[in-house]
């Protein structure tokens, strides 16, 4: 029986001597988790999207549009791009609010109607929106589509604007109207 007893202590012994190794493991990972710095800042950098835009009206001799942004708002992307294969040059910004929401703006020049509808494609008319402006078409996803919730676009003098964004109607007639001043600005 003391053969039988020795086997059942070192039975118990190992599952002890896990169970501590367990506890021991763990204690190091929260300690490691707790001691490691930790840099919680915006890894996205504000961009310049001003002097970005002025860069590029001097070498393509165009404006592009650059609003003034509401409190809180940064641009976080801007880009040229004059030589696009399909002919039609593009301003890109992408602006970011105080709460993360986002309105990408696409500025296209000498735009042409399979380019129009390139921008829309997966969109479909939004008749429901309380939105003020209405010099904007408003879009929303189509059934079966993975896109923004909400695309406005707008065409004056062979220029098209579009506005790709997760921000709420009030937030898209602010820079509605912004953009629109701009255009109306350039002339």
């Known amino acids: 029986m003391s053969e039988d007893s020795a086997a059942k202590h070192r039975a118990k012994q190992t599952v002890i001597n896990l169970a501590l190794s367990l506890v021991a493991c763990l204690g190091i990972v929260i300690v490691t988790v707790l001691i490691v710095p930790r840099d919680d800042s915006n890894r996205i950098k504000p961009v310049d999207y001003i002097a970005a835009a002025s860069t590029a009206e001097a070498s393509s001799n165009l404006n592009l549009a650059t609003p003034v942004l509401p409190d809180g708002w940064w641009a976080n992307q801007a880009r040229w791009n004059g030589t696009a294969a399909d ?45 003020r402006n209405q010099n904007w078409t408003k879009w929303k996803p189509g059934q079966g589509t993975d896109g923004d919730p909400q695309l406005w676009t707008y065409e004056k003098d062979g220029v098209l604007v579009t506005m790709r964004s997760t921000a709420s109607d009030e937030e898209l007639d602010l820079f509605a109207g912004l953009i629109e001043d701009e255009m109306e600005q350039m002339k």
């Open 87 to 131: 002919g039609v040059k593009t301003w890109k910004v992408g602006f970011v609010g105080p709460k993360n929401q986002y309105v990408g703006m696409t500025q296209g020049f000498g735009v042409n109607p399979t380019w129009i509808a390139l921008q829309t494609v997966g969109y479909v008319p939004n008749s429901e929106s309380n939105a």
